[in-house]
């Protein structure tokens, strides 16, 4: 099972489990949330601010320029009303086509809508049906049981830093996240915690934001994708499907962001080298970023 196989499984696992989400929704009544917390938004359980978090010299990084998040589909009435709240410019949409089909996003009117589809140029096929496969756990649990879906995971978050479309993806969202006219911006995949928890965790890396806390970011996923998908992840298990197998795919876990950060020591041997020569942002255009995201310490 390539990469393109989690990438039908994605978008499969979040039709099937769409009929289970809306009631089981929490949200989170914090006014000043803590770096990486929630934004309480309950249509968007995922929907966090980037900033808030303080770098190895001291520097803060700035709330209220960009938003990482899942998908912004389906959306109550009163939470589009919190999101157009945000002020919101650009939206970056990280997903591949047959997920944006699926679940077109949900926007405030004026928010530009960019598509940067990271996952194009992966290659290799997923079983034929991948929605009839997870309502059949006991044939899932063949196919994707015993941690072979999390070793896929690890695996396809190697490709993040290869593959082509994710290098100019990647590429375009850096790039215009430092340019004046698309902030605040929000950028997202399907739960916002593979393409999107990649992205964030290269960026904080970039901007100077100590390890544990750029893991500790990534890892927080869990504490609102679980809750949301909860009655699916229950009713899948009750019929006999193998209890590792969501949180596998719906989880996130040290070892896929390790993955990732390990083929940009292999490929590049630093972060700086990642966006310098992966993603084509030299010296002067990741100073950009730094000046647009951080509040330097002392000034």
Known sequence: MKEQALVSLWAALTTVAAAFLGSNLTASAQDSPAPGASLGIASVPNLRDVGGYTTQ?????????????????PITPDDMKKLAALGLRTDFDLRTAAERQKR?????????????????????????????????????NKVLGGGKAAAEF??????FITLPSAKASFH?????LAEDGQVPSLYHCTTGKDRTGW?????????????????????????YIFPAYKKFIDHFVAEGGDQ????????????????????????????????????????????????????????
Do not use: H
């Open 104 to 140: 077109p996003d949900q926007l405030p009117p004026g928010v530009e809508d960019v598509w940067l589809n990271v996952l194009a140029d992966a290659e290799g096929s997923g079983p034929a049906e991948i929605e009839k496969l997870l309502s059949n756990p006991k044939e899932a």
């Open 244 to 299: 590792s197998i969501p949180p596998d795919i719906l989880g996130v876990k040290v070892e896929y962001l390790e993955a990732s950060f390990d083929e940009v020591k292999t490929q590049y041997g630093s972060i700086e080298g990642y966006f310098d020569k992966g993603l084509g942002i030299d010296k002067a255009g990741q100073q950009r970023l730094r000046d647009r995201f951080l509040v330097v310490a002392g000034k």
């Open 172 to 176: 375009q969202l850096f790039v215009e």
């Open 199 to 223: 992205a964030t965790a290269a960026l904080l890396t970039l901007l100077g934001v100590p390890k544990d806390e750029v893991y500790a970011d990534y890892l927080r996923s869990n504490d």
């Open 154 to 159: 690890v695996k396809a978050y190697r490709e």
């Open 57 to 73: 010299d001291g520097s803060v990084v700035r709330r209220g320029v960009a938003y990482r998040s899942d998908q912004l589909n």
